[in-house]
């Protein structure tokens, strides 16, 4: 009996050819509409799919192969007499090759203002069961969704006349995700739509964007998959420019340092150690911005990672390359700049399109057994919003300190205290245990340059001890959210240093 193979394909790259070889190797092959069409026109022989189910293709190509002769052809044990005698009795014949490739559903819904009805009609149906009864019934059936996988195909047919059982299983596996990924972004795309924002069920989908060497660590394996339609001011849409392939910590703290450097207009310069920023800095240009964030802590930023919100030009490159650095990252580099980094050979340089403002509609942290879903964190500094609370108003460069530090302290490990003054950060007390040993670490690392100014805390003040610590330091104004039942302690104790504080209202903590 003559094999047949059913092809059914939105995407036609390379389908031509593919058909042409199994017509070649003996192969019937059948089609629907436009698919069938684009094969005739060059000269493929090709059977219609409604020669088969003998019924025509109705409502707009919503029905074509939802049929028995089509169904029971891919789904029919070819070898089971039960299922033979069957098949026999309603003039089915089997189907040994499926090639399907779905309604470009993805594509439709990333269109700027798709409606409803345009989504709606590029749900495939028709394909994702012809591929799920093939990719079922895969000791028999050959099921391909993915044109990559064409030539090995072929291959197998020339070389035995049929696929491998390890192939078969191989592709049946590729099409079970490839419809739950589709079901995914079906699934997601009217969820959000209707404006539901945690369903019952949590349907993910990621693509593989590359393998990584190793992990956290060398001994643990790793992979970076990719959120197709997630935002693109990310790491994951960043364009490597020079240099080795990132490795897993360094796509954590590129990660981090972007963030950060988001919050800025003006120009500015982060550099991260372990998802933590170690300097921050703003000037009136990319270069001062640069030279504040290493003046912050000239030794922690060895090693680090730098996200710049300006163009990198020759000046900034030129102290850049002075200091062993993991990765630049900045919306362009000038050719000069260009041409002074790229003699690091191990320095990776990255671009990343800073005018796109999108931000995933929540961020999800992994437990053991669970995940975490929560909206990003967006509250940002509203000065009509925060409350002076001490006798003595801000003066406005402390105002610009502050608004630096809660910038800042959004982004650093709880319990998190950031000194600042007007232009840059001068320590960075990330992840302890006890608010008063954070602010220690920050007063320690701003030395002298902790007189005169100011602090920024990530929560509020259970007692006064951060204050005092502050004032002791010579801190001279202090923005925390307040919320504390001892807050008015902290209050006196500022009051009587005549230093300023304000409240936020709001807490930024972060794990
Ligand atoms: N409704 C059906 O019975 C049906 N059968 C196949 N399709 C899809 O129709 C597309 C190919 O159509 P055409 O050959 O007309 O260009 C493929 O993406 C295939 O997945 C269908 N369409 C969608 O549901």
Redesign the pocket.
């Known amino acids: 009996m003559t094999k047949r193979a059913l092809i059914?394909?939105?995407d036609k790259n390379g389908i031509l050819e593919f058909a042409k070889e199994l017509v070649a190797l003996g192969y019937e092959v059948l089609?629907?509409?436009?698919?069938?069409q684009l094969l005739q026109d060059n000269n493929v022989a090709v059977t219609a799919v409604d020669e088969v189910t003998k019924f025509p293709e109705i409502l707009d190509?919503?029905?074509?192969?939802?049929n028995p002769m089509i169904h029971g052809g891919l789904l029919g044990k070819f070898d089971e007499p039960s299922h033979v005698a069957q098949m026999e009795e309603h003039g089915i014949e089997p189907i040994e090759i499926v090639c399907?490739?779905?309604?470009p559903f993805v594509e439709t819904i990333s269109k700027p203002n798709v409606s409803w009805d345009d989504a709606i009609e590029n749900i495939?149906?028709?394909?994702p069961t012809?591929l799920r009864s093939a990719a079922k019934n895969h000791d028999y059936v050959t099921v391909i969704v993915d044109a990559n996988d064409y030539t090995q195909v072929l291959a197998e047919l020339k070389a035995d006349g049929k696929t491998t059982i390890e192939t078969r299983r191989a592709l049946a596996a590729k099409v079970f995700r490839h419809t739950a990924a589709y079901d995914a972004y079906i699934s997601n795309h009217l969820t959000s739509a209707i404006g539901e924002e945690f369903p019952e069920n949590l349907t993910v989908t990621y693509e593989l964007k590359q393998n990584l060497r190793y992990g956290e660590n060398p001994h643990q394996k790793a992979a970076f998959y990719q959120k197709r339609l997630g935002s693109d001011f990310s790491i994951a849409y960043a364009t490597q420019l020079h240099g080795k392939e990132l490795s897993y910590n360094n796509i954590q703290d590129a990660n981090a340092a972007l963030q950060i450097v988001k919050e800025f207009d003006k120009p500015a310069a982060v550099a991260v150690k372990h998802m933590n920023p170690c300097g921050v800095g703003t000037g009136a240009t990319i270069e001062e911005a640069f030279n504040k964030a290493y003046e912050a802590d000239p030794t922690s930023i060895f090693g680090g990672i730098i996200a710049l919100n300006k163009e990198v030009d020759a000046a900034t490159a030129e102290k850049l390359s002075t200091i062993f650095l993991e990765i630049i990252i900045a919306p362009s580099f000038t050719e000069e700049a260009l041409t002074i980094l790229t003699a690091k050979k191990n320095i990776r340089l990255m671009t990343i399109d800073f005018s796109q403002a999108k931000q995933d509609q929540f961020n999800v942290v992994s437990v053991e057994g669970g995940l975490l879903v929560q909206e990003p964190d967006r509250f940002g500094f509203n000065e009509a919003d925060i409350k002076v609370v001490t006798d003595r108003e801000p003066t406005e460069a402390e105002w610009d300190a502050m608004k630096l530090g809660w910038s800042v302290v959004k982004h650093v490990k709880s319990n998190a205290i950031v000194v600042t003054d007007a232009q840059m950060t001068l320590g960075v007390g990330a992840g302890q245990m006890n608010r008063v040993g954070a602010a220690k670490i920050a007063f320690e690392q701003a030395g002298e340059k902790a007189k005169g100014a100011s602090l920024a805390s990530d929560a509020f003040f259970p007692m006064s001890d951060t204050v005092e610590a502050a004032i002791a330091a010579g801190i001279t104004a202090i923005i925390q959210p307040g919320g504390s039942i001892k807050d008015q302690d902290s209050i006196d104790a500022a009051n009587k240093a005549g230093i300023t504080m304000v409240f936020t209202g709001v807490r930024h903590f972060k794990h």
């Open positions: 059914s394909v939105s089609s629907t509409g436009g698919t069938k190509g919503r029905v074509k192969t939802l399907v490739n779905l309604y495939d149906i028709g394909g012809m």
